[in-house]
């Protein structure tokens, strides 16, 4: 059928269209086709476009993901086409917390491809990034000149933070829905209002609540039908705690999570909350092997490298461990580089009490270290090292991040003696120290693992190498990104405590002899930046380590020809 396609830009958008069912805005209205528009007289409305565009794309190569379809019953296969459908609609206000310009912009893209199929290019780029902004380059614009609002499309663009903290000072009733997690900041006359999610984005909230609780009627596990109910009900609340608290309680083949979570997005305070979805399967049997650690996070936190006052034994330790096939993401959680691991929920009221679910995305781990992880990791260190680099070694680490995300200090005594969480006092740091904690401290607490036999499938040189190897794959994506700034710290921390040392060719070796005390200083050093939500010491370790220092730059220009990271296509969703 492909095949008696007529060639043209038209029939080629038609196509690409088809396909990409997945990142492209839902609505439910028809509306004419940008296919039928016609071409602008200039393209991209005038829009400078990046000359290397194609050779960003090469960066992510098409990778179809799918699922084992023997492991669902009937009802469940319904059930996730719902929950692919609600995820759909969530996507696209995703697309408008990124920018409230990014339909307009879309549209001038589209408009474009009709006379020039190479703007197909922009297009799928654009549906990468979800936006004209290269997340790989510290959001620099590759269409058009416009700079990314630090607030993303949660403030009014030209909102200064000052003018926020000047709000929120002279109308302290205001403060806490202006720093709550789900609302959005506009200013009318003046003056600035805080505007709940479910108002701002109510039309589509509420086709995603219906898809949703249409879901829930669907399938006959308990569990799942419970927490999708309570989730449709959240997002019309935007009251997440009974729904949060019910994914902790989920036991389905299902494992689904979607509502507004991390606050990535926005770089002016790290206040609001990004929607996102993911919808996946569960693997049984990898699952119940890692649920063994869980067990032990009571020792490990006993374990950690800080003074026992800090120490967090409020939370119940009952932290899941799921391992999943991933089959459909949305918005936040499809943008840029694919995320292989979360642990949620954020709120600290519900880690308190039922701790966190950690969810490992292992056909998405897979892929990636196969198509970049090992070719990295032999390019950054000496040849000797070829044989140590191990996904065993690769996927655990990411485990143990997930792992370390629900321990050390969540809620804090402030300098002024109120309980309050770390996180707001760490404010725009907060994500870099989080990140870079969740490494550092998962590699420590793999040594602990180690130690206790817990652990036996690969030896501590082959940790270090795989350790060091890997920390490229995050720092090519920017070190201004959370994690990739979090990676620089560690990278130049084990520098200097010479825990990684140079060999020839410009190639690094792990020293095995120096690395368990370059791993446990940083983890106090960022267990007690948590501790005392110190900001001004979160703001001196990132100044100093957080760089890309020549020597990084000069390693990541010898990885080009190396995927970034690859563009998912779920074939459940039918995308090909
Ligand atoms: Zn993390």
Known sequence: MLDSLPVGATALLAFFLALRAGPIPVTTTPKPSPAKAPAPAVPYDGMAVAPDIKERLLQFPRTKLDYDRS??????GRTLLKLIDASRILDSIYFTQVSEDNPKVRVSILRTVNSQPAALDVFRYFSIMKGPWDRLKGDEPFLGTKRKPPGAGFYPADMTKEEFEKWVAA??????????????????????NAIPYSTYYGTLLKKVSERVKEAGELTKNASLKKYLSLLSAALLSNDYFQSDMAWMDLDSEIEVILGPYEVYEDNLFNFKAAFESFVSIRDKAESAKLSVYAAHLPDMEKNLPIPEAHKNFNRKFESPIRVVQEVYTAGDARQGVQTSA?????????????GSKKVLLKNVMEAKFRLSGQPIAERVLEPAAKGKISFDAYFNHTLFH?????????II?????????????????YSTIEECKADVVGLWNILYAMDQKLLTGFDEDSLYATYAGLMFR?????????HGGGTAVQWNWCREKKAIEPAAGGRFRANASKFRDAIRSLSTELLEIEATGDYERARKLLDRYGKATPEIRATIARLTGIPVDLEPVFTAAGEK
């Open 71 to 76: 492991l669902l019953d009937p009802a469940d």
């Open 171 to 192: 109308h302290p009733e205001d403060k806490k829905s202006f720093e709550s997690l789900t609302t959005v900041i506009r200013r009318e006359a003046g003056r600035l």
């Open 342 to 354: 979360f642990n949620l929920p954020n709120d600290e009221k519900v880690r308190e009490a039922k």
């Open 402 to 410: 997930e792992l370390s995300h629900g321990l050390g200090p969540g």
């Open 413 to 429: 005594t402030s300098p002024e003696g109120q309980k309050v969480e770390g996180r707001l006092l760490l404010k725009n740091l």
């Open 474 to 482: 995050s720092m090519r994506f920017g070190v201004d990104e959370a």
